[in-house]
């Protein structure tokens, strides 16, 4: 079965470090694999996506992430992190055959001035 | 901007009453979708219509009603809800379903609360 999990529900870093979450997933089949953000009140918007190709995605708002099979990692970074980056993170994968998408439990992103 | 629309952005409602949110998408996607979210945990999937033929129910209690009128609109009717179905209740669309690449498009949700 298809599973993604989130290291750390919780990730403060300071104005202008680097941002890293942490997404593990679990498939036997080639993993499609997503990562969305949610800022307060509001609904969820993607950030990137891996389907197959370049293992380095780029997303927005400068972030990307790399996608590595050996380690079934999917982890986001930005090399700088900015204040409007305070936001939930979830990264999803999507189950071929079920067609649904699995989402992690999310990781809360805080900003430090 | 989002490109999905829903409406309203607030409602209560009570354990009696019948209510309707409503979600609306223009970007030519064929699979809508109806997700709830409670506070601190990431979405959870209700309903899925894919070319205006609902193609995934999780098993959702009868009390949600959902309706998908044309491949641009997608209902969700309320009645009889309990305390516990208050949540944020998001409405997503995707090119199409099924399809690995077609990323969801969420809607920024209705905050329901039951009273």
């Known amino acids: 079965a298809q599973s993604v999990t989130q290291l750390g529900s919780h990730v403060s870093v300071s104005e202008g470090a680097l941002v890293l979450l942490r997404c593990n997933y679990s498939?036997?089949?080639?993993?499609?694999l997503f990562w969305y953000v949610q800022y307060p009140n509001q609904g969820l918007q993607l950030l990137l996506k891996?389907?197959?190709?370049?293992?380095l995605v780029k997303g927005i708002n400068g972030f990307e992430a790399e996608f590595k099979k050996s380690e079934t990692s999917f982890h986001l970074t930005k090399p700088s992190a900015h204040m409007s980056d305070a936001a939930e993170y979830f990264c999803?994968?999507?189950?071929?055959?079920?067609?649904?998408?699995?989402f992690g439990t999310g990781t809360r992103l805080k900003v430090l001035a | 901007d989002t490109e999905v629309t829903q409406t309203p952005k607030h409602l209560v409602m009570g354990m009696t009453n019948k209510k309707s949110l409503k979600c609306e998408q223009h970007?030519?996607?064929?699979?809508m979708y109806w997700y709830k979210q409670k506070a601190k945990k990431p979405p959870e999937l209700m309903f899925v219509?894919?070319?205006?033929?609902?193609?995934i129910n999780e098993s959702v209690p009868s009390r949600f009603s959902p309706e998908c009128p044309n491949s641009s609109l997608l209902n969700l009717h309320l009645h009889a809800l309990q305390p516990e179905d208050s949540a944020l209740y998001l409405c997503?669309?995707?090119?199409?379903?099924?399809?690995?690449?077609?990323?969801?498009?969420f809607g920024n949700g209705t905050r329901l609360t039951v009273t």
């Open positions: 891996y389907t197959t190709g370049a293992t």
């Open positions: 970007m030519g996607h064929r699979a």
């Open positions: 219509y894919s070319y205006e033929k609902l193609s």
């Open positions: 999803a994968v999507w189950v071929s055959g079920t067609y649904k998408y699995i």
């Open positions: 997503a669309s995707s090119q199409d379903h099924g399809v690995s690449n077609s990323p969801l498009h």
């Open positions: 498939s036997s089949v080639p993993p499609y």
